[in-house]
């Protein structure tokens, strides 16, 4: 195996029989070390002109060159204008959100945190807690302000 | 005269190579000016036209410095560019055989015959360029009659200056397999071009 395996490194595959090509191929499949020996090395050219190939012109080279840029410029730009599309739709959102906000507040839907109306005039008739706790309820001396204590049955103290 | 330090050389490269993946245009144009022939013999070998090759190479150059980010750079990039041509002058091969089987069945041919050559070809005499314009016909067609896969990797192999690890690696494939695949379509192309052979060579 060893000496077909030089062959071959030596570029002198065509000397071999497809038998052989075949049992190196299996080898070289199984062996990391003989296929790290055989990487290295360049396949024989060919006699004859199989390898001569007829190359573009100038011309033909900088049209192929032009249309690369050209598929560079248009990526370049597909990527600003989508992260263009992305801030204007986050700003969009934001502004949209903020928007609503306001309508909502003029609608008095939602109150600004910093204004605070206390209700007036509101009567409570029932205050269900849940079992275990009593509830009670303080008035101020003008019967404005009034504090809602729950106790624990067992315990005196607020919760 | 000292021959340039390999691992120079390949420093460099990967400097040009990092320059281009940040989208300088110089860097970009330095590795198209190294890599497009190799390409283009991989492409025109594969698929036979030069048009055809052409539009490969294009669009294996788009796709390279699309994807130059994600190049990890543990082969080369000429062995990473010749693998995307390859694999587009297949997708291109494949795509022809669909359509030519259409058309068949409509009653028409598609013409599937080797490309004539550039117009701007160097200046030769008028009989040598009529004879080189039929010796290269000859190898193409005989190129043409190979297996796709025997056909892929002597196209890698004309290319140049590819070991047989670079072949390996541009396809994806062991190299037992390269070097089987080398030695078969080297054999049929010898026999479809033997006359082709300088005498005493072998």
């Known amino acids: 195996m060893q000496g077909l395996l030089d062959t071959a490194i030596a570029g002198r595959m ?42 573009p012109t100038e011309r ?21 204008r989508g992260r263009v599309i992305r801030f204007t739709q986050s700003f969009a959102a934001l502004a949209a959100c903020v928007g609503i906000v306001f309508m909502m507040q003029r609608a008095g839907i939602v109150q600004r945190a910093d204004v605070t109306q206390l209700a007036s005039g509101v009567e409570i008739r029932e205050l269900d807690v849940a079992a275990g706790y ?25 919760v | 005269m000292n021959s340039p ?51 490969v190479v294009q669009d294996a150059f788009i796709k390279a410095f699309e994807r130059l980010a994600e190049f990890a750079g543990d082969a080369s990039f000429k062995t ?3 693998r995307i041509a390859s694999n587009r002058s297949l997708d291109l091969l494949r795509a022809r055989k669909v359509r030519l089987a259409a058309s068949l069945d409509q009653g028409d041919e598609d013409g599937g015959g080797p490309e004539p050559m550039a117009d701007d070809e160097p200046e030769l005499t008028p009989g040598a360029e009529l004879e080189q314009r039929e010796l ?44 089987s695949r080398l030695f078969h379509a ?16 072998g």
């Open chain 1, 14 to 55: 065509d000397e071999l029989s497809p038998e052989q090509i075949e049992r190196l191929a299996a080898h070289l499949d199984e062996s990391l070390e003989a296929a790290a020996l055989l990487a290295d090395a360049t396949p024989p050219m060919m006699v004859g002109s199989a390898n001569a190939v007829a190359l």
């Open chain 2, 5 to 55: 330090d390999p691992a120079s050389v390949e420093q460099l490269e990967l400097r040009i190579v990092a320059a281009a993946a940040k989208g300088d245009r110089g860097a970009q144009r330095e590795l198209f000016e190294r890599y497009r022939e190799a390409a283009y013999v991989v492409a025109f070998r594969i698929t036979g036209r030069q048009e055809d090759a052409l539009d």
């Open chain 2, 80 to 82: 990473w560019l010749l």
């Open chain 1, 60 to 80: 033909e080279w900088s049209r192929v060159w032009s249309g690369v840029e050209s598929a560079g410029a248009a990526r370049v730009e597909r990527v600003r």
């Open chain 2, 186 to 201: 080297r054999k049929k192309l010898a026999e479809m071009l033997g006359d082709l052979a300088p005498r005493g060579s």
């Open chain 1, 134 to 158: 009593t509830a009670k309820i303080d008035l101020d001396e003008d019967g404005g302000s009034a504090v809602i204590w729950i106790y624990e049955d067992a315990s005196d103290e607020g």
């Open chain 2, 136 to 179: 290269a016909a000859r190898v193409q067609a005989a190129v043409d009659r190979l297996p796709a896969d025997q056909r892929s990797v002597f196209a890698m192999y004309a290319a140049g200056e590819m070991t047989y690890g670079d072949i390996a690696t541009a396809l994806g494939v062991p190299i037992g397999t390269v070097m």
